[in-house]
């Protein structure tokens, strides 16, 4: 279902409402030719994307915050673009909740409308889903100052899902989101991380066979650490948990992580504050995300490399001139490359997706153009 409710000239709301209709003034002025907006929350995600023409105008939606509301017992959390993330997860977790999907702020200054926007999700993406499974409803600003309302507020709704879930990961190019509803869920009764020493090869082949088994699964990490190390979270039923754990144990010589030192391991993979992510080989270099089919072999890339989310997951770091030997390697596992953090020597370098085919991109772009016929929000910024 999707509800259209212009912000007419002629009123004259108060207090949220006049910062909603500011808005959709800025809007209606680019769409008649005025500088085209730049969507921006806490900033904390702005290297993501090709960069935007300089002469863009920030629309900041800080401004527009709050839980709107929040239903424990029905798992449904409405917030306003401008919260901070850190505030909803911490409400969330006053409940004993949380976002399974773990979005990464990258900074204190995330926002819940950048959370959607940009779609990014951390360790556990692979066996609990990506932000888009989670949005129940969206309330958007579109690029003619329309007040749009899509989906709802609770987990059975159907009417307008899809819109709703589109918008995650549209970076800004579809409107404004004001406000989003998302499902949420309890924090997991049992929780542990193990850690064994495993070479690429061998842990890429043990990962595919748990993927098959009845395990509480949750998240992986590879890294050519003292030779190469695996990292594994389970999750679930505490009884599960610790079933899985004494075999996965046995099965690799492992050991179990205590609480806060595997906290301290998915918190620097989600926020990429580790070394591999921290410390670039040089200034020419970017960092390259590479999602393949989780049964991908090892690629052949010289330098190190990280793997997350069973396998589907590649991290390295290279120039911008290997741009095209890195599509055609994602190519040959089923998947894309993508610039995630382009090279601190060149801050501007575009042509950051692997682009789309052609149906694809058509179709894209027809659904850009319902949404933003004048161009109005972020233009350039998936380089086509």
């Known amino acids: 279902m999707v509800e259209s409710q212009p912000l007419s000239r002629a009123d004259t709301p108060t207090g949220d409402d006049a910062l909603l209709q500011a808005w959709a003034e800025r809007i209606r002025a680019a769409?008649?030719?005025?500088?085209?907006?730049?969507?921006?929350?806490?900033?904390?995600?702005?290297?993501?994307?090709?960069?935007?023409?300089?002469?863009?105008?920030?629309?900041?939606?800080?401004?527009?915050?709050?839980?709107?509301?929040?239903?424990?017992?029905?798992?449904?959390?409405?917030?306003?673009?401008?919260?901070?993330?850190?505030?909803?997860?911490?409400?969330?977790?006053?409940?004993?909740?949380?976002?399974?999907?773990?979005?990464?702020?990258?900074?204190?200054?995330?926002?819940?409308?950048g959370m959607v926007a940009a779609g990014l999700a951390g360790p556990a993406r692979a066996a609990v889903g990506a932000v888009r499974d989670y949005v129940l409803g969206v309330r958007l600003l579109d690029g003619r100052g329309e007040d749009l309302h899509f989906g709802g507020q609770v987990m059975k709704n159907v009417a307008g899902y899809d819109v709703s879930r589109a918008l995650a990961g549209s970076l800004g190019t579809l409107g404004v989101i004001?406000?989003?509803?998302?499902?949420?869920?309890?924090?997991?009764?049992?929780?542990?991380?193990?850690?064994?020493?495993?070479?690429?090869?061998?842990?890429?082949?043990?990962?595919?066979?748990?993927?098959?088994?009845?395990?509480p699964l949750?998240?992986?990490?590879?890294?050519?650490?003292?030779?190469?190390?695996?990292?594994?979270?389970?999750?679930?039923?505490?009884?599960?948990?610790?079933?899985?754990?004494?075999?996965?144990?046995?099965?690799?010589?492992?050991?179990?992580?205590?609480?806060?030192?595997?906290?301290?391991?998915?918190?620097?993979?989600?926020?990429?504050?580790?070394?591999?992510?921290?410390?670039?080989?040089?200034d020419e270099h970017g960092l390259w995300r590479l999602s393949v089919a989780p049964?991908?072999?090892?690629?052949?890339?010289?330098?190190?490399?990280?793997?997350?989310?069973?396998?589907?997951?590649?991290?390295v770091w290279a120039p911008v001139s290997a741009a095209e030997a890195l599509c055609a390697l994602a190519r040959q596992g089923g998947g894309h490359a993508t610039l995630f953090r382009p090279p601190a020597a060149q801050p501007e370098a575009h042509e950051r997706f692997t682009p789309p085919e052609a149906t694809l991109r058509t179709l894209q772009q027809r659904v850009r153009a319902a949404f933003d016929p004048h161009g109005v929000f972020q233009p350039g910024i998936w380089g086509y």
């Open 31 to 113: 769409a008649a030719g005025g500088p085209r907006l730049r969507i921006r929350g806490g900033g904390s995600k702005a290297f993501y994307g090709n960069p935007l023409d300089a002469e863009c105008e920030v629309l900041d939606t800080r401004a527009y915050a709050g839980i709107v509301n929040h239903e424990p017992t029905e798992l449904v959390v409405t917030a306003r673009c401008g919260t901070p993330l850190a505030e909803l997860e911490a409400a969330l977790a006053r409940h004993g909740q949380c976002l399974p999907f773990e979005p990464p702020h990258f900074g204190p200054s995330a926002t819940v409308g």
């Open 178 to 215: 004001t406000e989003v509803s998302l499902k949420v869920l309890p924090v997991a009764a049992g929780e542990a991380t193990l850690c064994a020493a495993l070479p690429a090869d061998a842990a890429l082949e043990r990962l595919a066979h748990w993927r098959s088994q009845p395990l």
């Open 218 to 282: 949750n998240a992986s990490l590879w890294s050519p650490h003292a030779g190469g190390t695996l990292w594994l979270r389970l999750r679930g039923a505490a009884a599960a948990v610790e079933a899985a754990s004494e075999r996965l144990l046995r099965e690799t010589g492992g050991q179990r992580l205590e609480p806060a030192a595997a906290a301290t391991v998915w918190h620097s993979v989600r926020e990429q504050t580790s070394d591999f992510f921290a410390q670039p080989p040089s």
């Open 295 to 315: 049964t991908t072999p090892m690629l052949a890339w010289p330098g190190d490399t990280v793997i997350e989310w069973f396998g589907g997951q590649r991290w």
